[in-house]
């Protein structure tokens, strides 16, 4: 088993910054991958961005150049920077965890962008 917990979120206004955080407990010998997800609301989730063990990532194309995932594998925990944050950015971000082929998922943290 495998517990995650996500804090960083909050109002911002467009253009500006956040760091979002997710800090993972439990069996964490066994993590492979990491992620980040969100879900607008009447949208369904979509990966915004991943990190292996490796330190290879993927991004969204909409978010290529304004995020970066980042992953500190001592402490466990992995790091989503939003820079230049969009209207259209607004949603539930959920950290993700897969371990022994079983994904794990955060409760979700807010992120809304708005003047």
């Known amino acids: 088993q495998v517990q995650l917990v996500e804090s960083g979120g909050g109002l911002v206004q467009p253009g500006g910054s956040l760091r979002l955080s997710c800090a993972a407990a439990?069996?964490?010998?066994?993590?492979?991958?990491m992620g980040w997800y969100r879900q607008a609301p009447g949208k369904q989730r979509e990966l915004v961005a991943s990190i292996s063990s490796g330190g290879r990532t993927n991004y969204l194309d909409s978010v290529k150049g304004r995020f970066t995932i980042s992953r500190d594998n001592a402490k466990n925990w992995v790091y989503l920077h939003l820079n230049s944050l969009k209207p259209e950015d607004t949603a539930v971000y959920y950290c993700?965890?897969?371990?022994?082929?079983?994904?794990?998922w955060g409760q979700g943290t807010q992120v809304t962008v708005s003047s």
């Open positions: 993700k965890a897969v371990a022994i082929g079983v994904g794990y």
């Open positions: 439990g069996s964490i010998f066994s993590i492979t991958t």
